[in-house]
């Protein structure tokens, strides 16, 4: 890890607008003044309880959603995402190969050799068989339709990703293979990533610091030792209760 930056995010205040009186949309703030930076070679675990703004957070870092206030800088091209559900974020019609291939179509810059050639190189990557490239993600394990979804985040060579939840509807043993490839994957291809779970025996497990998020607001941020051994906030110490 350096402190070469390829995230920050600065003075963030953010929401959504919903259906009012008489057809008027109110806004609804859900980030309150969040700033925080990403350094090249780091894992940031984003932890808090569910409602309190991490995915809205993700999709303001993504340019899904304009901050009312603050800016998002990006140091790198725009980050990709791992998602929670890689059987909703995967289209069902298509094989793992179009899956793969479609983004580098899209781009528009390779021809058809080179495109095969990036999606067999990226599917050995995350240590998936060649035989997977014909199946439908119906037809594969949770596991490996999240080595897929992986492998789609990383086909245009990013350095920076969001995992959002990446393991929670895995089990156990997956998760550990999971977590396992994400390190590896970061050692490997020199990536930095933003690792969103309300699991902290997983952020323990894979992150280099942590941010502590509750209703919109950054409460305690530090090194992973820093906040499991010598939480600051009564809130921090909640979690870390409820996560033994």
Request: hydrophobic share 40%; charged share 30%; net charge negative.
């Amino acid at each position: 890890m350096t402190d070469e930056l390829v995230l920050s995010v600065q003075h963030v205040t953010s929401g959504y607008r919903e259906g009012g009186l008489l057809g008027r949309k109110q806004r609804h703030v859900v980030l309150h003044d969040v700033s925080f930076d990403i350094r090249h070679g780091e894992i940031l675990g984003l932890v808090g309880e569910s409602g309190t703004g991490k995915s809205t957070l993700a999709r303001t870092i993504l340019g899904m959603v304009e901050p009312d206030e603050g800016r998002v800088v990006h140091y790198t091209k725009r980050p990709q995402m791992i998602f929670q559900d890689p059987y909703s974020s995967l289209n069902p019609a298509y094989s793992v190969e179009w899956i793969l291939e479609e983004p580098l179509r899209i781009y528009g810059k390779y021809d058809a050799p080179e495109r095969k050639r990036r999606v067999r190189e990226i599917l050995e990557r995350v240590e998936l068989p060649e035989e997977c490239l014909s199946a439908r993600p119906a037809e594969l394990s949770g596991g490996q339709r999240q080595r897929v979804s992986i492998a789609a985040a990383l086909i245009q060579r990013p350095r920076f990703l969001i995992a959002d939840e990446p393991v929670s509807a895995l089990d156990v043993t997956i998760q550990a293979q999971i977590l396992k490839l994400l390190r590896q994957l970061r050692d490997e291809l020199d990536l930095s990533y933003l690792f969103i779970s309300h699991d902290l025996n997983v952020v323990y497990q894979l992150c280099d610091r942590v941010l502590v998020m509750k209703q919109g607001r950054v409460i305690e941020t530090g090194t992973v030792d820093e906040i499991f051994d010598h939480p600051k906030e009564e809130y921090t110490r909640q979690l870390l209760a409820a996560a033994e």
